[in-house]
């Protein structure tokens, strides 16, 4: 992922896009978006960062934990770190008993019509919301330049496999004919990326293949959708 320099109106590039605070050197923090825990690391060198207040920097810590613990219990089928691929999800279990323990909980086992037995995990939707929501935030404001305030119209998260197909194509963009019918602000990063195609596939940003991709759409509203290790899909969107 190559660096884009923005050239958009920066007047609100010295407020927090979580709660509006104004930012200055002692309050400041330079924000990954999305959460490093969610990559693999290192993380690209040129990986969206976004600053926002240290105080909303660190209550999203918890959960984004959380989520990236979850995540790779679910991708491994276990709690155990040792069954970990991904080293930064094993070194939260390593470190967090507690919060292993929590999600060992939310494991349950299913007898299948055949009699086999299958694993399905519960999470803590909420948790998840929080992360999913700071992040589209952070993708907003970083593609476009649009600092997002006030709950959004609507979060998910699930699976891809639990999508319909009608569905998954909806996601995907598939069935929603030319991928920017709106085209972004002259000096945004989108607004670079649709000229020059950079990063892009079809409408997806790509971070990290096979890890971490996602889209920005803004027409009548702003729409975030992620995919996180081309299992678990999000969308958040704020309607005008």
Known sequence: MEQIEPYVDSRHSGLCIHCGVLLNKLNASRDHVPSK?????????????VWICKTCNNQFSIDEQYLAAFLGCVLSGS?????????????ILQENELLRLRIEKSR????????????????????????????ARGHAFFEYGEQIQGEP??????????????QRADFEGSNSGPSFAAWPEVGSRMMTRVVTGQDLVDSWIVLQEGVYRYAVEQQERMLVKTVLYEYLATEVCWMN
């Open 79 to 91: 709690t155990e770190p040792s069954r970990q691929s991904i080293p930064a999800m094993k070194q």
């Open 37 to 49: 825990c969610l990559l693999l690391l290192p993380p690209p060198a040129q990986s969206p960062k």
């Open 153 to 166: 119209s609507s979060v998910w998260a699930l699976p891809l496999m639990l999508l319909t197909n009608e």
């Open 108 to 135: 349950i086992e299913v007898r299948m019509p055949d009699g086999t037995m299958s694993c399905k995990w519960l999470p803590e939707i909420e948790r998840i919301n929080k992360v999913v929501i700071k992040n």
